[in-house]
């Protein structure tokens, strides 16, 4: 575990003495593995909600260009888009207005927009 955070938090005496019987126990080798096993269970029961929360944002001084494939990707892995442009946002012709639909949660363009007039259409309620 390369990249990990210390995280304190403050447990009640009975919480803490539960978590130290079970290490006793054997369930855990210690308090931090019992700590690392409920936060994945937790993790995991959430795993849906967490996919949909998933938003990616693409902020951009100059020129930004989505493709097709570039959406395609995002959509596999449950993920929208906020983008936000100073310049020039390009939709490629070969976006479907379905999958633009799907990928792009919202856009804030500071300049120009240049996507086909179906892709305008299906993401008029998404861009400021």
Do not use: C, W
């Amino acid at each position: 575990m390369a990249d990990i955070e210390k995280v304190s938090m403050n447990l009640s005496v009975v919480d803490l003495g539960q978590i130290d019987l079970l290490v006793d126990q054997g369930f855990y080798s210690s308090r931090t593995d019992f700590f690392r096993a409920a936060i994945r269970t937790q993790l995991t029961g959430h795993e849906e909600a967490i996919k949909q929360a998933v938003v990616r944002t693409s902020s951009v001084i100059g020129v930004i260009s989505f493709d097709r494939e570039h959406l395609e990707r995002m959509q596999r892995n449950n993920e929208q888009a906020r983008i936000v442009v100073v310049g020039l946002l390009i939709l490629d012709n070969d976006i479907s207005p379905a999958l633009a639909q799907a990928t792009i949660k919202s856009i804030k363009v500071y300049g120009a927009l240049r996507a086909s007039a179906a892709i305008k259409e299906a993401l008029a309620d998404r861009i400021n």
